[in-house]
């Protein structure tokens, strides 16, 4: 079976600049890992919709609960064949603020130690360039259509 995610691409404008609310995932394998490296809040799902799992994903990785209007994007595919559904909603929220759940796993590897890590460790209101480098490639095609459809609203608006 196909693994499926669903997430929310924040999103808010700073000095008429769109800005999208990126994380980075905690624990040790991405501890040194920056460039290409960040997500949107998101999580696997089976049997919810892909609306409730990106907002229970988004509560669990950052402390907040969304609700609003939620404009589904076109779903993208990540490098190893999971399947990502993402809903851009327009909020702004202080990332300094920012509460996650923890995972356990072992670390050192084989050392009998299972310490806690957070599901997120950063999180970063970024412009299109910063996108560009940090967010995973898979997830910028989702930036790009929330752009062309904002731009698209003004012209219409």
């Given at each position: 079976?196909?693994?499926?995610?669903?997430?929310?691409?924040?999103?808010?404008?700073?000095?008429?600049?769109?800005?999208?609310?990126?994380?980075?995932?905690?624990?040790?394998?991405?501890?040194?890992?920056?460039?290409?490296?960040?997500?949107?809040?998101?999580?696997?799902?089976?049997?919810?919709?892909?609306?409730?799992?990106?907002?229970?994903?988004?509560?669990?990785?950052?402390?907040?609960?969304?609700?609003?209007?939620?404009?589904?994007?076109?779903?993208?595919?990540?490098?190893?064949?999971?399947?990502?559904?993402?809903?851009?909603?327009?909020?702004?929220?202080?990332?300094?603020?920012?509460?996650?759940?923890?995972?356990?796993?072992?670390?050192?590897?084989?050392?009998?130690?299972?310490?806690?890590?957070?599901?997120?460790?950063?999180?970063?209101?970024?412009?299109?360039?910063?996108?560009?480098?940090k967010l995973?490639?898979?997830?910028?095609?989702?930036?790009?259509?929330?752009t062309i459809?904002?731009?698209?609203?003004?012209?219409?608006?």
């Amino acid at each position: 079976m196909q693994k499926k995610s669903a997430g929310i691409l924040l999103y808010r404008f700073s000095d008429a600049e769109l800005q999208v609310l990126i994380v980075h995932p905690g624990g040790p394998f991405w501890r040194n890992k920056d460039e290409g490296a960040w997500s949107i809040p998101k999580g696997e799902f089976e049997t919810e919709s892909p609306l409730e799992t990106a907002l229970r994903e988004f509560k669990e990785e950052t402390g907040t609960t969304l609700s609003g209007e939620f404009t589904e994007l076109k779903s993208v595919k990540m490098k190893s064949g999971k399947v990502i559904f993402a809903f851009a909603h327009e909020a702004d929220i202080d990332i300094t603020t920012i509460k996650c759940n923890t995972f356990s796993v072992e670390w050192p590897p084989k050392s009998g130690k299972f310490p806690l890590f957070p599901e997120v460790d950063k999180a970063v209101w970024a412009n299109y360039a910063i996108c560009n480098v940090k967010l995973n490639p898979a997830l910028l095609p989702l930036v790009n259509e929330l752009t062309i459809m904002l731009n698209q609203s003004d012209r219409d608006g």
